[in-house]
């Protein structure tokens, strides 16, 4: 189970994709800790973001708040957690928005495994004491946040095992401005919200867009 909620996130990964979310958490008041290999890039990015906004290690984000983000390259996840220590996400909601990409610089990226196995459930075998819901993994980092559409803006797919969790977590995205979430079920479902991944990344090149979004409609 989940902690009681406080208003403090780590954010591991201080990319695209980690520095839009450490902003979205910091525009709505939450104080932040983003853990990242280079602290001293990110002096000019800290300054210009308005909040309260730490920059360490990946330990210290780990161990700041009971809610993390997993926002790096999914070839590094497991290495990320390894160097942050898995006994400080222990109660911790870890929202995991990585996937296992291999891109070989010729044509859209693959999956690097799948089918039977996912990065979100090796992330969550890799934090035994954590309640991983793998969100934001199948939009760009650019509607991650206060998202825009020229149609409504559709909930967002999310998975895991621990249904309070995935309540929290549903909670967190209505904040960043989603109608809320589709659960696709447990960590399992991870094998196939990754896999919408590669066929995100073709759809946008076929309509030269980042902005899109896949929605269930009936």
């Given at each position: 189970?989940?902690?009681?909620?406080?208003?403090?996130?780590?954010?591991?990964?201080?990319?695209?994709?980690?520095?839009?979310?450490?902003?979205?958490?910091?525009?709505?008041?939450?104080?932040?800790?983003?853990?990242?290999?280079?602290?001293?890039?990110?002096?000019?990015?800290?300054?210009?973001?308005?909040?309260?906004?730490?920059?360490?290690?990946?330990?210290?984000?780990?161990?700041?708040?009971?809610?993390?983000?997993?926002?790096?390259?999914?070839?590094?996840?497991?290495?990320?957690?390894?160097?942050?220590?898995?006994?400080?996400?222990?109660?911790?909601?870890?929202?995991?928005?990585?996937?296992?990409?291999?891109?070989?610089?010729?044509?859209?990226?693959?999956?690097?495994?799948?089918?039977?196995?996912?990065?979100?459930?090796?992330?969550?075998?890799?934090?035994?004491?954590?309640?991983?819901?793998?969100?934001?993994?199948?939009?760009?980092?650019?509607?991650?946040v206060d998202p825009y559409f020229s149609a409504?803006?559709?909930?967002?797919?999310?998975?895991?095992?621990?249904?309070?969790?995935?309540?929290?977590?549903?909670?967190?995205?209505?904040?960043?401005?989603?109608?809320?979430?589709?659960?696709?079920?447990?960590?399992?479902?991870?094998?196939?919200?990754?896999?919408?991944?590669?066929?995100?990344?073709?759809?946008?090149?076929?309509?030269?867009?980042?902005?899109?979004?896949?929605?269930?409609?009936?």
């Amino acid at each position: 189970m989940v902690d009681d909620a406080t208003d403090e996130v780590g954010v591991l990964g201080s990319g695209d994709v980690g520095r839009t979310l450490a902003r979205g958490f910091a525009d709505r008041g939450w104080d932040v800790e983003v853990g990242t290999r280079h602290p001293e890039s990110l002096a000019e990015w800290v300054a210009a973001v308005e909040g309260d906004v730490g920059v360490g290690s990946f330990a210290s984000a780990a161990a700041h708040g009971d809610v993390a983000v997993l926002a790096v390259q999914g070839d590094a996840a497991l290495d990320v957690l390894e160097l942050a220590g898995p006994e400080r996400f222990a109660g911790t909601l870890v929202l995991d928005t990585t996937n296992p990409l291999a891109v070989d610089g010729d044509g859209p990226p693959a999956l690097s495994f799948g089918g039977t196995d996912s990065l979100g459930e090796r992330v969550q075998d890799a934090l035994p004491d954590a309640a991983v819901v793998k969100c934001f993994n199948t939009v760009s980092h650019v509607q991650m946040v206060d998202p825009y559409f020229s149609a409504a803006t559709p909930p967002l797919f999310v998975c895991g095992d621990d249904p309070d969790a995935k309540d929290r977590a549903e909670s967190i995205v209505v904040d960043f401005g989603w109608p809320g979430v589709i659960d696709a079920g447990d960590v399992t479902a991870a094998r196939y919200l990754e896999a919408l991944v590669p066929l995100w990344v073709r759809v946008g090149e076929l309509f030269d867009t980042h902005r899109h979004a896949f929605a269930v409609v009936e």
